[in-house]
């Protein structure tokens, strides 16, 4: 089932179209559902915001045009009442339900506004994720979460200390836009951290699994991968995963942390 997504991790990061692939993701889950249903939600969705925004000749107008289709219209927005839920971060649910996390939602606003031909990205803000229309010079930052509102510098400040507890400087990262894969990492990150959360492990081992094939370059999630093989007992597969971690970094404190996990697990 794992070799339905292989290309993702292949493919150069601008060739990922994010809300396709976030449906491809949530399909591993589905197992029998055709994803068709669900890209021709998004393709209608795309058509209506189309169709009112034909006028528009402002990204200000633009992100008036996807708030009212996505969130009034059709009353798109985060599920505060089970936010944990493994449906929140599966795009065919939050499809369907019209309910999400804030990574799930912003997927789907970035994936129609692109399929315009708008500048549209996931921002890399800490603790709830918001998106941005338009570029540098005429930026507007939405919340998807929040019925698609639109935020000041200020009012994103106040969302990331409301997410994260904390009240500081907005760092100049959160302003900068993620990569696709790492969307699509995040995405699939928040079930890890659930399941490793209720013990669920062998369920925890599966998504790592996708995340390492999504992100084979990425050297924490084969890091992650190996110490929970070798939680489970699968040594072979941790010494795999510390392979494949070894020829991703060059960092010598997490090269010597690999030799030692290779010598504290037992040859079968």
């Known amino acids: 089932m794992i070799e339905r997504i292989a290309d993702l991790g292949l493919i150069e990061d601008e060739d990922i179209e994010l809300d396709r692939a976030a449906l491809r993701l949530a ?3 589905h197992p029998g559902v055709d994803i068709e249903a669900s890209e021709a939600v998004i393709a209608a969705l795309a058509d209506d915001v189309a169709a009112v925004s034909a006028q528009a000749d402002t990204t200000a107008k633009r992100a008036a045009a996807l708030r009212a289709i996505l969130a009034d219209k059709h009353d798109f927005r985060g599920d505060s009442e089970t936010y944990d839920a493994d449906i929140n971060a599966d795009l065919i649910s939050v499809i369907a339900r019209r309910r999400g996390l804030p990574v799930a939602l912003a997927i789907l606003y970035v994936g129609i506004a692109r399929r315009l031909g708008w500048t549209a990205d996931v921002l890399n803000t800490p603790g709830h994720i918001v998106i941005a ?3 540098e010079d005429d930026r507007v930052v939405l919340d998807p979460f929040n019925g698609g509102r639109q935020l000041t510098p200020e009012g994103l400040q106040a969302v990331i200390k409301r997410a994260t507890g904390s009240w ?3 760092d100049p990262a959160a302003w900068t836009p993620m990569e696709n894969r790492a969307v699509l990492v995040r995405l699939v990150n928040n079930l890890a951290i659930r399941a490793m959360g209720a013990g669920a492990l062998e369920r925890a081992a599966i998504l790592y699994q996708r995340l390492t094939t ?3 370059t990425m050297p924490d999630l084969w890091w992650e991968r190996a110490k929970l093989e070798r939680r489970l007992g699968r040594n072979a597969n941790a010494r795999a995963s510390l392979s494949a971690l070894m020829e991703t970094t060059i ?3 997490m090269r010597r942390e690999i030799r030692r996990m290779f010598d504290d697990i037992p040859h079968e």
Do not use: C, K
């Open 133 to 135: 229309l338009g570029d």
């Open 214 to 216: 999504i992100g084979p």
């Open 168 to 170: 500081q400087s907005l």
């Open 251 to 253: 960092d010598p404190v």
């Open 27 to 29: 399909a591993l889950d």
